[in-house]
């Protein structure tokens, strides 16, 4: 969940770069077999990769297939060489970052800072970034906020990377406008239909041969072992929810702790940067002579600082929100810029600020001096907080307790009566939907399964939202549907492939009758004209043969397909009347958003092959190849 939380921070532009980059790395230098998970397995340049944070990535990549792919067990996985694709995914990082840091980019706190706010996942009821609910959503994830942090800090500066290396990418526009040509081309038909209708007679095929296909398709037929189960789950919210403190006591936890709930001065700023190299005197006159320029004429109104920092501005994250750096409090930014910002009036402009990025103009949109949120604005946030701590501290115990009442031979609605626990039911499932819907491990599913209806699991399951005790309330083994459940199917079946083959045999026939272009005279008056084609070859009311539009944009226009063509109805013999072009203004709805793509893979390519380089370049040296292959 984290790893997808981390991967929503990140652009659009940069999933697409990361999802095309395939490396595979060659290990130089085996060195001794250590054993200790604390280890270093790996040195990338001469830094270090340890086993936990291979064990770590390789959790997080087993999670990720696993909720793609319900039902996996360890012995599925093992194909997937998961600690070895972990360690690729580091050593392609640390040599990201390294690159970084040799270029000078850095991510600072309060781009950091935004990009958690921004996620939806750590606002509360009200939709307002709550620092409680960050440290209860990365505790479930078993993740600090220090080690979710540095991964976030990482993707932001490998985005900031990708943005640098590729910033050179262009793609010429008539090569995209070649590309929508191909694409948006279409081919009229003329077609001749033999209908499968045609061909029914005596296509019932006899009962010795729906049979003999049943017995020779017997994994069609399989129903999966199945279960419905009752359910309780025994988590600190869900006994939080029936036993929420009163206003007395959440007033007094504020009045304790009302320095947390501190709230220090703040500044809302928006600025204009102008980069310039440290050792480039010439190139920092400039920007300082710009940018004083450029003030002058913000402060005579001939423009707004919004519209200034989206034209002018070298920080082009700030610079699509019009420079907006949003709020921040001391210590958040680079020395030089915060004692200016914090120095300003609100709606000031500074006067050219140096630091090590550059020249800045700062605006301050607002100030809020520090102080204290008010208990009406934290009440449900702390109400919260109480009821789910004091549900923790008690957890155990009421685990036990249900545990107990369980079983002396009580039912699950009976024992989670006095806590306010109801059962919740899944109905019927299988396998890996009951895992979903459980949130339990599909070992501990499939397990469930071979439960003794009425049965509950002894050991409670160990899920992100507490534990779960589950009644089997009545299972269905797996097992194969009968010849006669499935007798008429087959039958059907085999009758219709009778018919495809005996209109196909028609239609090849007819094909092969064609001279100089003319159909036999039999045919001439069944001929129709289909609505144009795209390249899938689907015909309206006929269906689909991707053969058939392969052939129909690989044919000259006036000519005969090459041979006949399955389709849902029956089969037929076609042949291309002409080209139909996209309609005028087709491409001018589209450009912007085809460039923007051209532009994206583009830039994914120069990004692989900018990683292929510093591959090839690396000094990786691998300490345990066996720990890898475990």
Known sequence: MLDAIRSNAQSLGVKIIFAVIIIVF??????????????????????????????????????????????????????????????????????????????????????????????????????????????????????????????????????????????????????????????????????????????????????????????????????????????????????????????????????????????????????????????????????????????????????????????SSDDKISAENGGDLGWFTRGQMVPEFEESAFALKEGEISEPVKTAYGYHLILVEGRRPAGTRPLNEVKETIRRQIGTEQAAGRLQDVLDQILLAVMGGKSLEAAGEPFKLTPANTGSMKASELAAALDIKPEEAAALLKTKPGAVNETPFVTKKGYVLARVKESTPERVKSFEEVKAEISKGLAAETRAKRALDAATAARSEIKDGALPSRLAGKAKKSDPIDRSGSLAGLGANAELGRAAFSTAPGEWLPAAYPVEKGAVIARVLKSVPAEDGAWDKVREMMMSRAQESRRAYLFEAFCESLRAKAKVLLQNQKFLED
């Open 26 to 311: 060659v290990f130089w230098g085996v060195g001794s077999f250590m054993s200790s998970p604390s280890s270093d397995i790996i040195t990338v340049n001469g830094e270090p990769i340890s086993a936990q944070e291979i064990l770590r990535s390789a959790s997080h990549l087993t999670r990720q297939i696993q909720q793609s792919r319900p039902g996996m067990t360890e012995e599925d996985l093992k194909p997937f060489k998961i600690r070895y694709r972990a360690a690729q995914q580091l050593i392609m990082r640390k040599l990201l970052s390294q690159e970084a840091k040799r270029l000078g980019i850095a991510v600072t706190p309060v781009e950091l800072r935004k990009a958690i706010e921004s996620l939806p996942y750590f606002r509360n009821q009200d939709g307002v970034f709550d620092p409680e609910v960050y440290k209860r959503v990365l505790a479930t994830g078993q993740e600090t906020p220090g080690t979710f942090e540095e991964g976030l800090r990482q993707d932001l500066l490998i985005e900031k990377l990708s943005r640098i290396v590729t910033a050179g990418a262009t793609v010429a526009e008539e090569e995209v406008r070649s590309l929508f040509d191909f694409q948006t081309e279409r081919r009229a038909l003329e077609y001749v239909l033999f209908p499968a209708s045609d061909y029914a007679a005596g296509d019932t095929p006899k009962e010795e041969d729906v049979r003999a296909w049943y017995e020779a398709h017997q994994d069609a037929f399989k129903v999966p072992a199945s279960a419905d189960v009752d359910y309780l789950l025994i988590g600190a919210e869900s006994l939080a929810a029936s036993s929420m403190p009163d206003d007395a006591a959440v007033a007094a936890f504020y009045e304790k702790n009302k320095d947390r709930f501190a709230i220090p001065e703040q500044v809302h700023a928006r600025h204009i940067l102008i980069k310039v190299p440290a050792e480039d005197a010439e190139a920092g006159k400039a920007a300082l002579a710009r940018l004083q320029e450029l003030r002058g004429s913000l402060l005579k109104k001939k423009a707004s600082f919004a519209e200034a920092a989206k034209k």
